[in-house]
């Protein structure tokens, strides 16, 4: 594959988010910019969530594609928006328009975070925090085992002893469901939830509702990295197995999107509490839409080191004051290489398989009737 393919990879999250507006503008979309409150008013160095519409807005059809809500996944999710965008866009359907979200947790991104502001992984924010979902006394031993640390850094060997004897005593599956689903009792932990909306979460519902109103019919993709197999996409569809969207999934997909427990470490998917997706595909039923929706992951690691990345994900947003610039700035790039490694194999096939997934997503679009 030619390098100039594999710099649709960009070197950090600035870097992509200016190419991606200047990619949007050449192509004739309309491009807005929502700063985040934190983020300074320099335009090298400033963050928020960027968007460009292609095409009506009174289009019966349309393509929401979402990088960046886990902000290291940002390069991967950036470089299939650019693959649209360079490949696909002078193919578009008159009555179709495609819709992209650059940098939705614009903090974590800019910063090599998983997590907001507020350490808070905003694919668990999502939810009804009147009450918040409830957490079990396994959940608290999960999360003790979780933030073990020292002042070098998590003491992951500690960690994965801990929740190996949890597993013998509970069932892994019910312990990867503990680590993975979110929670919402430890500000400091892993997998935050929140107490509230984030500031993300209101900014995304805000543009979706004023973005989606007029359309029908809506594919989804909020694109991640490092659940699967190494430059494979795993496909994570939350309708029903009978449901018509779901059906359309496969359909569209293959039947990878039936094999989404196949992935993790018990064997079953985790059931997730707040997920970015199903608030957007909430939406966009309450606006009278139809969806077919996916978060579509590339696998990067095995899960023990990815496992590995969320406990030092955690401990640089809660736990590393004392260290030093250079440290910090090691160990963030450590953590962007977890989930977009530098590896030209890796991107090529990332590449290859999002180009696919594009067009087969776009086909679906026009054939939706004929894809229940």
Request: hydrophobic share 40%.
């Amino acid at each position: 594959m030619a390098n100039t393919e594999i710099s649709l990879f960009q070197r950090d999250y600035y870097v992509a988010r200016h190419r991606f507006r200047k990619s949007a503008k050449i192509r004739g979309g309309a491009v807005a910019f929502l700063k985040h409150p934190d983020a300074p008013y320099n335009d090298e160095v400033s963050y928020g969530i960027d968007t460009a519409w292609f095409g009506p807005r009174s289009a019966s059809n349309v393509l929401l594609m979402i990088s960046g809500t886990h902000g290291p996944e940002v390069m991967a999710g950036s470089a299939m928006q650019q693959i649209w965008m360079q490949e696909f866009s002078t193919r578009r359907p008159s009555d179709t328009a495609v819709f992209l979200i650059h940098g939705a947790n614009p903090y974590g991104c800019a910063m090599k975070r998983r997590t907001t502001e507020n350490n808070v992984d905003l694919n668990r924010n999502f939810t009804d925090f009147d009450p918040a979902p409830l957490g079990t006394a396994l959940s608290v031993r999960v999360q003790e085992a979780l933030c073990r640390e020292g002042v070098q850094g998590p003491q992951a060997r500690r960690t994965l002893i801990s929740l190996l004897w949890l597993g013998w005593r509970h069932g892994l599956a019910q312990v990867t469901n503990e680590v993975a689903a979110g929670q919402y009792a430890r500000p400091d932990g892993v997998g935050f939830g929140g107490a509230a909306p984030e500031w993300a979460n209101q900014a995304l519902c805000s543009v979706w509702r004023n973005h989606l109103s007029e359309a029908k019919r809506i594919a989804i993709i909020d694109w991640h990295t490092g659940i699967g197999g190494y430059g494979s996409p795993s496909f994570l569809c939350f309708d029903a197995p009978q449901m018509p969207a779901f059906q359309r999934a496969t359909s569209w997909w293959g039947q990878a999107v039936a094999q989404s427990g196949a992935h993790y470490q018990a064997g079953t998917r985790p059931s997730y509490h707040g997920l970015l997706i199903r608030a957007v595909q909430d939406i966009a039923h309450e606006l009278g839409a139809e969806t077919t929706a996916a978060v579509i992951e590339f696998g990067t690691y095995a899960n023990k080191k990815v496992l590995e990345g969320l406990l030092l994900d955690r401990w640089l947003q809660t736990a590393a004051s004392n260290v030093s610039d250079a440290t910090r700035i090691r160990l963030e790039e450590k953590l962007l290489r977890l989930f977009c490694p530098d590896d030209p194999k890796w991107r090529e096939a990332v590449l290859s398989e999002g180009r696919q997934i594009i067009a087969q997503t776009m086909t679906g679009l026009q054939n939706w009737d004929k894809t229940k």
